[in-house]
């Protein structure tokens, strides 16, 4: 007679998470094959120009010594916003809000970009006010613009999982997008409108105060952070961003990015970029 099969403890939950195809973006309790956790074999490296990487540690300094924008951010070419202070909320009102609620109430009848006046909700973001871990995408979706909160949608729900993967629940971290109305048929937001609104973003990423951030696709790695490579060689790179002290910024590909590429490599290099920083917070309480 030979040895008695022990039962695999985790095959339940390993069919659970195959059958919803997050495989590859699960945590090591997981049992995947060992391959499917190692690191990309070829780590991108950044040309001469691109940002600098982040100088271990970095020291967190309390908000009050980030110096916030004091200057208005472009508007658009050929539209005209209005003069309001609400169509047009002056600078020195958000970029001093005190808190989120401020930034949030001063800017929600924005209308200072092409954008505006097509929106269906103002999607601001949402999360803990003080989390550790931000995730900043690019612009809010059909279900995001009715719902007026960020990534609600399928990529959402991919979000929600990558986020679960890293130990962490969606209230614990903060969402928010480059813009915060919709463009029109999910379009990429053009510059102009990406840098009309970045001084929000901007203000709300202070205010937060994250350790981490975590940018999803290439539209905030080039307008937060001026990065002109393209994500696919910049994504598992650090980056940082200078708002009063340097924040670490770890690039991976936008959750949309991923359901419409869902390859093993895709999935294994997202899941390579969430643990590092996850392992940047773990090394840094
Ligand atoms: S996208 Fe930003 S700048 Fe443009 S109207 Fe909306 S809130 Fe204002």
């Not at 994250?210 to 980056?239: D, F, H, M, N, Y």
């Not at 991923?258 to 970029?273: F, G, I």
Request: glycine content about 8%; proline content about 14%; some cysteine.
């Amino acid at each position: 007679m030979g040895p008695i099969q022990q039962p695999n403890p985790f095959k339940p939950w390993a069919d659970t998470l195959r059958e919803l195809g997050v495989m590859g973006l699960v945590r090591e309790s997981v049992p995947v094959e060992a391959s499917a956790l190692a690191p990309p074999q070829l780590v991108p490296s950044l040309p001469a120009e691109s940002p600098a990487p982040v100088p271990l540690p970095v020291p967190r300094r309390a908000l009050a010594a980030a110096k916030p924008p004091v200057t208005r951010p472009a508007t658009v070419p050929g539209y005209t916003p209005p003069d309001d202070p609400v169509g047009n909320p002056p600078a020195d009102i958000w970029a001093s809000a005190p808190d989120l609620a401020s930034l949030a109430d001063c800017t929600k009848g924005c209308l200072a970009c092409p954008l505006g006046p097509g929106r269906f909700r103002f999607v601001f973001g949402e999360g803990n006010p003080k989390a550790r871990l931000m995730f900043i995408g690019e612009g809010p979706g059909k279900d995001e613009d009715q719902q007026g909160r960020p990534f609600v949608g399928k990529a959402g729900e991919l979000l929600d999982k990558m986020i679960g993967g890293m130990g962490f629940k969606r209230d614990q971290v903060y969402i928010a997008n480059v813009v915060k109305c919709r463009p029109p048929d999910n379009r990429t937001p053009t510059p102009q409108e990406s840098q009309t609104c970045l001084g929000y973003l901007k203000r709300q990423i202070e205010l937060i105060d994250p350790s981490v951030i975590v940018t999803l696709g290439a539209t905030p790695l080039k307008e937060l952070l001026g990065v002109q490579v393209g994500i696919t060689k910049v994504r598992g790179c650090w980056q940082r961003l200078d708002l009063g002290r340097a924040i670490p910024v770890m690039p991976t590909f936008h959750p949309a990015y991923v359901l419409r590429q869902y390859t093993d490599e895709v999935r294994r290099a997202v899941w390579s970029d969430l643990k590092a920083a996850r392992a940047w917070l773990e090394e840094h309480p």
